[in-house]
């Protein structure tokens, strides 16, 4: 039996080495779901695969085994599934799975649901950009997480989403322990100092991890009820020039994100290049092939920051560089002869 792989992509399978035979993917945008699904998904491994799972490294599952005539009784199975992780179904009629195919799960770390250290609810975040984005063939890969620890690795994905809060001072609840100062230094960037026993927070040098709200004995720090976000631009692993993302904006809003987003979308429908493998071209790539500068205006479109937004400039991002021959094209040597292999002393060439 012989199957048109881009339609088996199309509705969340995927070519395996086997012929004939295919795997299930099942996204949970946000990376959380009830623990009753465990116990579907195993239900549909040892019934219609080979009883095994994955765990892939977008937080989703992958079901390996799967005869391809199999595929309508693994849709059926998954509705249940589809309705409790809130994935978005457009395309598809219930019990035929859903559609999927280039723009990869929108991941995130647990978030304040779980965490002290996050700043807002990063599943809730997640699960409004799946339906913002999905369903589509573009790739594009967002990530979020709650705090500048950054346990998600969002600078990793074009699109990063990391938690912030203005800390709130106040100083009828301040009791000049000087915890707070001692956290921000020991945890975070110092940016906040005792002045006359009364801790001053520099907000031009805070980064908005909460620290000083976790420190504090007696509240006097708390935690805005605006959240807000930074946003980093244009990371990729891969074959082609890899590359940490770079910091673009601190102190946004959600508004601002999802149209930011939606903007992303525009930008790469307008400008991928139709004869890319498989019709499908990575964004990073099609924003080097195209331009910052162009890239920026698409990406601002109706973007309304708050006030308090600041935005980084210039935006550079190079990737991977070698320096050819720097060292072993024309070998250092030491004084006996030998090749030199520590580079931290200096050495004679021979």
Partial sequence: ????????????????????????????????????????????????????????????????????????????????IIDGTGINQDGKERGEGYPASGT?????????????YACYDTTAF?????????????????VLTGCPNDCQKVRMADIGIMGMTEPQ????????????????????????????????RDSIKCIGCGECVNACPNFAWTRSRQKYYRVTL????????????VDFIKWADE????????NMYAFTEHYINPNS??????????VDRVGTEEFLKWLMKDVHLPAIAEVYTPLNWGGVEYAHNQYFGNNRYN????????????AKKR
């Avoid at 795997?23 to 239900?43: D, F, H, M, N, T």
């Avoid at 020991?186 to 026993?197: C, E, H, L, Q």
């Fill in 277 to 286: 493998p498989g019709g499908k071209e990575h964004v990073g790539y099609i």
């Fill in 104 to 116: 990869r799960n929108v991941a995130a770390c647990v978030g304040n649901r779980v965490c002290p």
């Fill in 255 to 262: 508004e601002s994100i999802i149209q930011m987003i939606k």
């Fill in 335 to 346: 004084p006996d002869g030998s090749i030199v292999t520590d580079f931290s002393e200096p």
């Fill in 234 to 245: 244009m990371g990729r692993t891969g074959k082609k020039n890899p590359r940490m993302g």
């Fill in 126 to 142: 997640a699960q409004r950009i799946e339906k913002v984005i999905f369903p589509n063939d573009l790739h594009v890969k967002i």
């Fill in 1 to 80: 039996m012989d199957m048109n792989v881009k339609e088996l992509k199309k509705n969340a399978f995927r070519q395996t080495k086997v012929r004939n035979v295919t795997s299930s993917r099942i996204r949970v945008p946000g990376g959380l779901l009830k623990a009753e699904y465990l116990g579907k998904i195993q239900e549909i491994a040892e019934k219609y695969g080979n009883g095994t799972v994955n765990l892939t490294s977008r937080q989703g599952f992958e079901i390996p085994g799967i005869p391809f005539e199999k595929i309508p009784e693994v849709n059926a199975a998954l509705q249940e």
């Fill in 169 to 200: 001072f106040d100083p009828n609840r301040c009791v000049s322990c000087g915890a707070c100062e001692k956290r921000c230094k020991s945890k975070s960037v110092a940016a906040i100092t005792m002045d006359k026993f009364r801790p001053v």
